[in-house]
């Protein structure tokens, strides 16, 4: 089962921490050549050089998914090293937590350019080489917080992640005449690096909202990702799975009391 993913050129962006680190490492476990991008080059290089040391085939670049040089230059470096461009795992982006009354515009214009920009740009950059090979992968990153749940703080963050999956709808479409496809995981809370910065108060009250009574791991996420990349997903596109051990199934706080 999805030994399709086997010699694939695959790129993630935030690959170097988090969620990106476990798509990364998912892919590069089943055989995929991984380009890890993100700003920092630090944690690219150790996060590289930790997948590499046990024997997987993955290279970093610098790339901030803001810009759109940067992310040109992200795609044709991993062309250039991997022969090509298979799967694009747009994955990076940053969730600042400031309510509506305290923000400055510019916050709200930053966030929306890491997250919901970037999509655009990473489909955009991949497309002369999903025509040129006549196939092609894209798994955007999105979340349950603002196509499904809200949480105050959020608005700006939670708006960029509902706008990745109005963005879907239409690129799918047009997406199709490369046949690529492009899905989404929806991930609940996940822990991660930024995660944890959110503080031990905020993990313990959301481990306890789960259903399964956990926070997922990276991996529960790359393995969605990889579903969604492979061969045998050929015939998925423009659609989301959530992904969040059943956070936003109870009604209240009650019915998680039940079981
Ligand atoms: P994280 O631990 O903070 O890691 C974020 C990654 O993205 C890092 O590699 C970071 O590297 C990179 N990045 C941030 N801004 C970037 C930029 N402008 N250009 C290039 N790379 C950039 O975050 P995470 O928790 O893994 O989240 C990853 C994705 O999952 C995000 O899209 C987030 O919204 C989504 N998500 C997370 C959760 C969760 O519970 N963790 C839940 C739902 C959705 P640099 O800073 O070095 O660039």
């Known amino acids: 089962m999805l030994t399709s993913i086997k010699g694939k050129s695959v790129i993630v962006t935030g690959g170097s921490k988090g969620i990106g680190r476990g798509i990364a490492s998912v892919f590069a476990k089943q055989g995929a050549n991984v380009m890890i991008a993100a700003r920092g080059a630090e944690a690219a290089e150790a996060a590289c050089d930790a997948m590499n040391a046990e024997g997987c085939s993955t290279k970093w670049t610098s790339c901030d998914v803001s810009d759109w040089g940067s992310v040109q230059a992200m795609v044709q470096a991993t062309a250039d090293a991997f022969g090509g461009v298979d799967i694009m795992c747009a994955n990076a982006g940053a969730f600042p937590q400031t309510k509506i009354a305290e923000m400055d515009p510019e916050e709200w214009d930053q966030v929306m350019a890491t997250n919901l920009r970037s999509a655009f740009l990473c489909v955009k950059a991949c497309i002369p080489h999903f025509e040129k090979s006549g196939k092609g992968r894209v798994v955007l990153t999105s979340s349950i917080t603002g196509p499904v749940t809200g949480f105050p703080g959020w608005s700006h963050y939670g708006a960029s992640k509902a706008g990745q999956l109005g963005f879907l709808k239409t ?11 492009i899905n989404a995981v929806m991930p609940g809370n ?7 910065d959110l503080g031990q ?10 259903p399964l009574k956990r926070l997922g791991a990276v991996e529960d996420i790359g393995n969605a990702a990889l579903f969604f990349a492979s061969d045998e997903a050929a ?8 992904v969040d051990g059943g956070q936003i199934i109870p009604e209240s706080l009650e019915a998680l009391e039940e079981i």
Request: proline share 0%; glycine share 6%.
């Open 171 to 181: 690129a799918a479409m047009e997406l199709s005449r490369y046949n690529t496809t």
């Open 190 to 196: 996940i822990y991660t690096e930024g995660l944890q």
């Open 201 to 210: 108060e905020y993990l313990e009250t959301m481990a306890a909202s789960i």
């Open 235 to 242: 015939y998925i596109t423009g659609q989301q799975i959530v």
